[in-house]
């Protein structure tokens, strides 16, 4: 066993595992085709695996089933991670039912990998993620050594990274373990990619209160299929039987008939939540964004369900299934407007004055949503910056939708476009110059759209300090700046470590 056990030790073997966009890069690659003729199933062997792994660090689903602890599970393509984060604001205004810690599993993280790990809405402690993770890496280390397992020559030995899972699936556990060994008795689990073959999926439906679909859309089609149906599909597996299965009235008919299918062979009982005329929404919510409306009324239901499962009476009309969002407790007004997330419509005022408006959105519908929330918080007099990226999806596509939704008014538009790489300084003298293909093209886009102020950057602090010298000017002319950073949570994770100065 390795000698140094400190925090920084725990984060360079999680380092060594092999990573998500490794796994899911094999979908991607033409797969070969067997003897018989047949292409393999890559996720066909993934749930085996994933309890594979479960048991040698010591976990089972019956035994998980034995625990007080008991999920809500959630999937979708966009506002899974808003969900989760009102769900768990909700359960902790509910102590003596909930528990008295509320934990949390979701993906990705922004600043620091603590943040996957909630309890009680704020990311583990160094110490105790110290703690448990090398309490799972010992017990894999010591599974793997009494099992014979080979070890690859020029390895660390059973101790090394060789014999672990990869990075989601050796996080999982440890969220799981962690929740146990807490002695929580209430958590808010979230899908990482899918949910019918996802790592999380080994929940037995025994711990599993309620099981969420929040909205659906085009993602990872290279594991999950080219329409939105056949994403509805894998998205579903996270139905359990005798269990609600929650989700937001679905408009797109062919969505809608693979969800009500897929309820009925898991024998889960579909619920479907329709937006309720007049709502709008909790005021002072840090979660903003009218679209989180919709991940509100979504979040009451689920919360309702997992706490009536723990024995609350609710009073007056929200005791009824036909309840108005209007009825709801001052406990779920206060779990509403407290929730936050990192990266997901949040809003910042630096030392100068500046407002940032920030969300790693990086899909074409979750795009629009920001853009239209954007639009919402400024005025034409406003100095308005765009500080974008997108490193590894067709920019086009996504750009052209979130400028679409903030030039619905063309004065409300974008007066600078800044493009830059995500990395956050920039290449040294001497230093081979960076691909800013992306960037560029970026550019073109923009000004297709009658931009004209735009530039390119191969490094977040040039962007940074071109926008310092644009708040500068607004300010000398009278005029708020107004900065939005979207586009992908790396690029979002780089401007957040300068612009807010916490520990990560």
């Given amino acids: 066993m390795m000698a140094s056990r400190t925090y920084d030790d725990a984060l360079r073997r999680l380092a060594q595992l092999q990573s998500n966009r490794a796994i899911t890069s094999l979908f991607a690659q033409p797969a070969p085709t067997s003897t018989s003729g047949t292409k393999p199933d890559l996720n066909a062997l993934a749930i085996p695996e994933m309890l594979s792994w479960l048991a040698r660090a010591g976990y089972t689903p019956s035994s998980l089933a034995s625990t007080p602890l008991r999920f ?56 105790l993620f110290t703690k448990y993770f090398f309490e799972v890496w010992d017990r894999l280390s010591d599974a793997a050594e009494a099992a014979g397992d080979p070890v690859p020559a020029g390895a660390e030995g059973y101790d090394g990274p060789e014999t672990k899972p990869f990075f989601f699936r050796f996080l999982t556990i440890l969220a799981l373990h962690i929740f146990v060994k807490e002695g929580l008795r209430s958590a808010v689990i979230e899908c990482g990619i899918g949910g019918e073959y996802d790592a999380t999926n080994v929940l037995p439906k025994e711990t599993i209160t309620a099981s969420v679909i929040t909205q659906l859309g085009l993602d990872h089609v290279a594991m999950l299929g080219d329409t939105v149906e056949e994403i509805a599909w894998h998205k579903s597996g996270v139905f359990k039987n005798e269990v609600k299965g929650f989700t937001r009235r679905e408009s797109r008919e062919g969505v809608r008939g693979v969800l009500r299918a897929r309820a009925e062979e898991k024998g889960a009982v579909l619920v479907e939540v329709e937006g309720e005329e007049g709502w709008e929404g909790v005021d002072g919510a840090r979660l903003q964004g009218p679209f989180q409306r919709e991940n509100m009324g979504l979040a009451v239901a689920v919360a309702r369900e997992h706490l009536q499962r723990m024995g609350v009476v609710f009073q007056g009309g929200f005791g009824k299934d036909d309840y108005k969002l209007s009825e709801m407790p001052e406990e779920f007004k206060t779990g509403l407007r407290e929730a936050a997330l990192r990266g997901r419509c949040e809003k910042l005022t630096d030392a100068d004055g500046v407002d940032w408006f920030v969300d790693g959105a990086h899909t074409e519908d979750s795009l629009a949503g920001v853009g239209r929330w954007f639009a919402g918080q400024t005025s034409g007099d406003d100095v308005r910056v765009l500080l974008f990226n997108q490193q590894e999806r067709d920019p086009e596509v996504l750009l052209k ?8 008014d063309r004065a409300l538009g974008f007066t600078h476009a800044i493009f830059s790489r995500n990395e956050e300084q920039a290449a040294g003298d001497g230093a081979p110059s960076r691909d800013l293909t992306v960037q560029e093209k970026a550019k073109e886009i923009f000004m297709g759209f009658g931009g004209s102020a735009t530039s390119v950057h191969d490094a977040v602090q040039p962007a940074l300090e071109e926008i310092k010298s644009l708040a500068a000017d607004a300010r000398r002319s009278g005029k708020a700046c107004k900065v939005l950073v979207t586009g992908s949570f790396h690029l979002v994770g780089a401007v957040l470590k300068v612009i807010d100065n916490v520990e990560y």
Avoid at 92 to 119: C, D, F, K, N, W
Wanted: net charge positive; aromatic share 4%; charged share 10%.
């Fill in 72 to 127: 809500i599970h959630i999937a979708g393509t966009k506002g899974k991670g808003s969900v989760t984060a009102l769900v768990s604001s909700i359960l902790s205004q509910y102590p003596s039912a909930a528990g008295p810690v509320v934990g949390a599993y979701t993906s990705p993280h922004v600043l620091s990998v603590r943040e996957r790990i909630l309890l009680n809405n704020s990311p583990i402690s160094r110490e």
């Fill in 401 to 408: 939708a979130l400028l679409t939704a903030v030039e619905c």
